[in-house]
């Protein structure tokens, strides 16, 4: 075992010698140094096992060797400090745990015993630290080569749904049946408002969370090219949280869902809300609040048929947002104006903030 003892005492350094080769007899390695610029020196170039330091030397305090220590080890020092002084004090003893020490004690009252016992136990400190900052370490590259892979899986599932996309559109082009190209359109801008969120993924810090606004804002601009709006007759606009401090994030396993439930009602206003050149504008909102989120797509187009929806058949549109609403555990509410004067529609979905189940707090 080495130990390094920095003392302007030779008497104190001579006796913790004795005391420490009692138990540990040839196996001990000690050097002791008189002042503190060869003590740290010794301690750089020994590597010690554990150093026995004097709380106060002629040219600094145990204190600021310890930081003149980390400073030349670019961090913490890799071996046990045990301080030693010639009087008694809490406030020196909690300094010099704060300072890095592992133990500390008080000349006077020195042992064979209890020299050696500190010096084990301090030992058994910086072991443990040694091994927790190893496996500290140890976790987080694994999560950095996680967070690697689950990029690289979002990024290909991205690619992929790109891919169907595609394909959808260039099948819809090829159809002869204006009803049939319609459905495989809308089927395509399904597939790609998937596709933007596993890009949005890939490209944030955060893999587990998507930021509404950000990803509504792409969808409608997505929708308006693709149906060839014009935006001077047809506005759109994003009302949801952005501040950087709190954005209307939802967890993956919602964003998906709230992503296709936007698409079908944003798509809906565009195809029946204006017809015939009708100007107007489609607004998407969304706020938190007590737990629960509510998305709300709104126009200011000619309304909803008579009895809508609770009379005729439910469209797919229609379906497929109760269903993803189920899924989202939550309700959704349909309002249009007076019979007398339709004007707009305004379609709300409120769901639990987190996933049931998730165990979120």
């Known amino acids: 075992m080495k130990v390094v003892m920095v003392d302007d005492s030779p008497a104190d350094r001579n006796l913790c010698r004795i005391l420490l080769e009692e138990v540990h007899g040839s196996e001990l390695q000690f050097f002791g140094e008189q002042r503190a610029a060869q003590g740290l020196e010794t301690c750089r170039k020994v590597q010690p096992d554990c150093l026995l330091l004097d709380y106060k030397l002629p040219e600094m305090t145990g204190l600021e060797f310890l930081k003149q220590l980390r400073e030349n080890a670019s961090g913490e020092p890799s071996f046990a400090v045990v301080m030693l002084t010639g009087w008694a004090g809490e406030q020196a003893a909690v300094d010099a745990m704060k300072a890095g020490a592992q133990d500390y004690l008080v000349k006077d009252r020195i042992t064979a015993d209890g020299l050696n016992l500190a010096v084990q136990k301090a030992m058994q400190k910086v072991s443990l630290l040694r091994v927790l900052r190893e496996e500290r370490d140890r976790l987080a590259n694994s999560l950095a080569e996680k967070e690697v892979l ?114 079908e009602l944003v798509s809906n206003a565009l195809k029946h809300a204006f017809p015939g050149g009708r100007c107007g504008s489609i607004a998407v909102e969304g706020e938190r609040r007590d737990g629960t989120v509510t998305l709300v797509v709104r126009d200011d187009g000619v309304g909803l048929p008579a009895g809508f929806p609770a009379g005729g058949n439910r469209t797919l549109g229609l379906q497929i947002v109760e269903i993803l609403a189920r899924q989202l555990h939550g309700a959704l509410t349909v309002e249009s104006g007076p019979l007398e004067r339709p004007c707009g529609a305004t379609f709300s979905i409120a769901f639990p903030e987190r996933p049931m189940g998730s165990g979120k707090a």
Do not use: T, W
């Open 150 to 263: 689950l990029k690289e899986v979002h990024h290909r599932v991205k690619n992929n749904l790109q891919v169907i996309a595609s394909l959808l559109r260039l099948q819809a082009g090829s159809m002869g049946s204006p009803e049939l190209a319609a459905a495989l359109e809308e089927s395509q801008h399904r597939v790609e408002s998937m596709a933007m969120i596993h890009e949005q993924l890939y490209e944030s810090g955060d893999l587990g969370e998507v930021d509404l606004a950000r990803h509504a804002a792409q969808l409608l601009d997505n929708l308006f090219s693709s149906y060839g709006v014009d935006q001077a007759r047809i506005r759109g606009c994003v009302a949801i949280p952005r501040a950087p401090g709190a954005p209307l994030l939802l967890d993956v396993h919602q964003a998906i869902p709230a992503g296709l439930i936007l698409n």
